[in-house]
């Protein structure tokens, strides 16, 4: 393969060279070349299935509301966590829904917690009970995961979960089979702060930027199952930002206001 094509993105590789043959041009690449091509071709399909949060490869998941909707939904993953009742504080004093994908390792340390968000009205979904890159998992092992984490929020805040997030949005093989039995919807989202590595400032302006009707929100109370403190920039950023919000006319509700058909 020449200097040109290390340069272009493997997926403009395989078109090169896929795309004139499979339409029966005359153009017939060496066969190296022809395997490494589709090969390539092959792992950007497999990336985007696995972790491209609009991908419905594996099976369906909710993205993005009606676009002419005055709603968001904002979700919070890997709690609960120390971080946790300062983010509820922020959401009571705004009048703000929202939904927590909450960690069974840690509704187990933190049960409080987890119970205080239930009570005020927020919608609990399952994250995983240790937060796993689920590609790296079997079959049986996504299905405990995810039944240990219905099991332990039921006994905690008395409901079951009928939502599921993926640690990290890693879809797998195995997943959706264990997302039927226990009757869970799929949700990614369409707008992403990246609040684990931002200050409050830069979270802030991320989240006016991002903010319309109908986005699910990915924004954190926790850092996996990591006990501390470690989201304080992001309800600082929410304090500052949810009255702008609802200057626009935006107002944030859980997932399953925002899909009520779901």
């Known amino acids: 393969m020449n200097a040109d094509n290390h340069t272009q993105p493997l997926s403009q590789q395989a078109a090169k060279f896929l795309v004139p043959w499979c339409l029966g041009g005359s153009f017939q690449p060496p066969i190296w070349e022809l395997v490494a091509a589709a090969a ?7 990336a985007y299935a696995v972790a491209a949060p609009s991908a419905q490869v594996f099976g369906p998941a909710l993205v993005r509301g009606r676009w002419d909707d005055c709603r968001l939904a904002l ?25 927590f994908f909450f960690c069974g390792a840690n509704v187990a340390r ?15 979904g399952n994250h995983t009970y240790t937060h796993p ?4 998992l079997g079959s049986a092992a996504i299905e405990l995961e995810i039944d240990r984490t219905q099991q332990v ?3 905690t805040i008395g409901q079951t979960p009928r939502l599921f997030r993926p640690p990290y949005g890693i879809r797998w093989f195995g997943l959706y089979p264990a997302l039927r039995k226990h009757g869970l919807t799929a949700v990614m989202w369409s707008a992403c702060a990246y609040d684990w590595k931002r200050p409050a400032e830069a979270i802030e302006s991320a989240l006016r930027a ?3 009707g109908g986005i699910i929100v990915l924004l954190h109370d926790g850092d996996k199952t990591t006990p501390g403190d470690r989201r304080s ?3 600082r950023a929410l304090d ?3 009255p702008a919000l609802r200057e626009r006319g935006l107002r944030c509700v859980t997932v399953s206001e925002l899909f009520p058909e779901r």
């Open 240 to 242: 500052s930002v949810l």
């Open 110 to 124: 933190l049960p409080g917690v987890a119970r205080r968000a239930a009570s005020e009205g927020h919608e609990i």
């Open 75 to 99: 979700t919070f993953d890997d709690g609960p966590s120390e971080s946790t009742p300062a983010l509820l504080d922020v959401l009571a004093r705004h009048n703000a829904g929202a939904t």
């Open 153 to 155: 929020i039921r006994e």
């Open 210 to 212: 991002k903010a319309a």
């Open 233 to 235: 920039a992001t309800a």
């Open 133 to 136: 890159r689920l590609f790296m």
């Open 40 to 46: 390539a071709g092959i792992g950007a399909g497999m």
